[in-house]
């Protein structure tokens, strides 16, 4: 089955620094989601895209996906406090025995120290 | 309303006990899942319902038993547990289950077996 490759694996850095993560994988994607998890609660989404190619903002969120639709990074721009969470790529793909499966990268954990 | 709600937030029980988990969409989604989620690691897949019907199980345990009375409801019975079970199980919904959907997930139910 398909497998993503999600680094780094931790990120500890000082507010309002920029944070880029990134996941990698052999298969190609059809979607990537990017969700952040805190401590106790489900994953929220934060960005979707659909398309090779794809720039997405939301807020100081940007996600792109990319043209060979194998990756996929998201950058934090000005980082505060309330960014600390575990970030999560993960990939839907159509076709074989995984049709309609959601494929989660390993998390990255992000400390920001104030 | 983005909101898919789970009930109980938490739950400890022991091994020889019968318990339910519950989950509610009001959405519209079609497709309602299941995942189990250790600390610190990515959710795992166990059950996708499409039109509510079984789609997917995921070897699931036959000690975790899946029901979705209707399109906004879903249930996760569960029975004879073991210690290894516990963990956060969330549960998800999308518009319908092609692989190009976003999923939303609940904040989950913190599952202790003793």
């Known amino acids: 089955g398909q497998q993503l490759n999600q680094s780094p694996q931790s990120m500890f850095i000082q507010e309002g620094e920029d944070v880029s993560m990134n996941c990698t994988s052999s298969s190609i994607f059809n979607t990537w989601l990017w969700y952040k998890q805190e401590p106790g609660e489900g994953p929220v989404l934060l960005i979707a895209?659909?398309?090779?190619?794809e720039l997405t903002s939301n807020g100081r969120l940007t996600a792109q996906f990319g043209i060979t639709r194998k990756d996929s990074f998201l950058n934090i721009s000005a980082s505060i406090p309330s960014d600390v969470g575990i970030y999560f790529c993960a990939g839907l793909y159509a076709g074989g025995t995984s049709y309609g499966k959601l494929t989660f990268g390993q998390g990255t954990i992000l400390t920001v120290h104030p | 309303d983005t909101e898919v709600t789970q009930t109980p937030k938490h739950l400890v029980m022991g091994m020889t006990n019968k318990k339910s988990l519950k989950c509610e969409q009001h959405?519209?989604?079609?497709?309602m899942y299941w995942y189990k989620q250790k600390a610190k690691k990515p959710p795992e897949l166990m059950f996708v319902y499409s039109y509510e019907k079984l789609s997917i199980n995921e070897s699931v345990p036959s000690r975790f038993s899946p029901e979705c009375p209707n399109s906004s409801l879903l249930n996760l019975h569960l029975h004879a547990l073991q210690p290894e079970d516990s963990a956060l199980y969330l549960c998800?919904?999308?518009?319908?289950?092609?692989?190009?959907?976003?999923?939303?997930f609940g904040s989950g139910t913190q599952l202790s077996v003793l």
């Open positions: 998800a919904s999308s518009y319908s289950d092609r692989p190009n959907e976003k999923l939303f």
């Open positions: 959405m519209g989604h079609r497709a």
């Open positions: 895209l659909y398309k090779a190619g």
